[in-house]
């Protein structure tokens, strides 16, 4: 008997394997799919207390997801617009700062001339050839962002719409789907996983409005001109790690350095950003997410690297609640015990 226990083990541990391959290779190539779905999963997770709410008001379902999605857009609207007041303010600022702009220019073509012994000619060169081959590939890599997500715009309101009306029809086929012994758990991860994308968003929520608050607020000591908007475009940014927030300071840096022509007033932007990062990593997000969640910081980095990997910028937002879900699938199958102590925090393993 050991010996065949012996040598069911390697099988064992090989079929896993094989199926964490052929799952990440199924999500790889599946992912235009896949990303779809999942963001307008979460949306209709979103909306479906909302449209419960209204259907109990003696709407129609139709109507109430309707009003739910206006509603939903018209927040979104309102964060775009409150952005774009402060991209117009200051683009209006613009002819002051181009002249600032040129003449920092100049003085690091001078710097690199005096240091670096390489002329004026031999740095135009430089720019055009780097222009020459990067562009066309930069170009081509921004419309295909922008066509893919306009028909994203497009397609996941619609999948979002469809899966609120026709909610019931699906959790009944998913309740048929799995063995009888395991129904009660499928009904019980189906009730929990509405507040955990709820928990999920509403944590995002809080992390992007607190590293936009002390951001703005230390941009604005600082006295770097149009704080708010540099600062919660950083916060934003903050979804992709460590490379978010390095896209986010470039502006704000730059405009420092423009502003007050010192290396002191970026130097002090740059160490707003690594302490603003330090407390989003290790104390902002593990409060507002993670311990929502009830999956410890360990397990969501690790999503969000493999979400990147995966489907880039879409899996690193994306894959936090589907780490949720199958920490909830785990807690509610007693054969996954060990993958729900691996996911859970320190609260959840007592």
């Known amino acids: 008997m050991k010996g065949s226990t012996a ?9 896993i394997l094989q199926f964490i391959v052929f799952g990440a290779l199924f999500l790889y190539f599946g992912k235009p799919l896949f990303i779809t779905l999942g963001f307008a999963v979460l949306i209709s997770f979103i909306l479906y207390p909302i449209c419960v709410w209204i259907e109990k008001k003696s709407y129609k379902r139709i109507t109430a997801i309707f009003i739910s999605m206006m509603l939903l857009s018209l927040v979104l609207l309102s ?27 100049d003085l690091l073509s001078t710097y690199f001339s005096d240091q670096w012994a390489l002329t004026r000619e031999d740095q135009n060169l430089w720019l055009k050839q780097i222009l020459n081959t990067s562009m066309p590939v930069l170009v081509k890599d921004l419309l295909s962002a922008y066509a893919f997500s306009a028909v994203m715009a497009i397609i996941i309101p619609i999948f979002s719409v469809l899966i609120l009306y026709h909610r019931a029809r699906l959790v009944n086929v998913i309740y048929r789907m799995v063995p009888v012994e ?14 955990t994308y709820y928990n999920f968003v509403k944590g995002m929520l809080i992390v992007y409005l607190i590293v936009g608050l002390l951001n703005s607020l230390g941009l604005w000591i600082i006295g770097v001109p149009h704080a708010f908007l540099f600062g ?3 916060a934003i940014l903050t979804f992709i790690p460590y490379v978010g927030i390095i896209i986010g300071s470039l502006l704000p840096i730059t ?14 932007v740059m160490a707003l950003f690594a302490v603003v990062q330090y407390l989003e990593a290790n104390l902002i997000f593990p409060l507002a997410v993670s311990n929502k969640l009830h999956i410890n910081a360990l397990a969501t980095l690790i999503a969000i690297i493999l979400g990147g ?17 199958i920490k ?3 807690d509610n199958h007693p054969d996954l015990k060990t993958v729900s102590m691996l996911l859970g925090t320190s609260k959840t393993d007592k």
Not at 7 to 15: F, H, I, K, S, T
Not at 82 to 87: E, I, K, T
Not at 182 to 195: E, F, Q
Request: proline share 7%; net charge neutral; with cysteine.
């Open 7 to 15: 040598v069911e083990e390697p099988g064992r541990y090989l079929r």
């Open 79 to 105: 964060i775009c617009a409150l952005l774009v007041h402060q991209f117009i303010s200051f683009w209006e600022e613009w002819p002051f700062i181009k002249p600032k702009l040129l003449e920092s220019l």
């Open 182 to 195: 395991t129904r009660i758990d499928i009904k019980n991860i189906l009730s929990l996983s509405i507040p």
């Open 232 to 234: 919660f475009i950083a």
């Open 255 to 268: 405009m420092s350095w423009i502003t007050y022509n010192s290396i002191w007033y970026p130097v002090s």
């Open 309 to 325: 990997i995966l489907w880039g910028v879409a899996g690193m937002i994306l894959f936090v609640p589907f780490l949720a879900l």
């Open 328 to 330: 909830l699938i785990a």
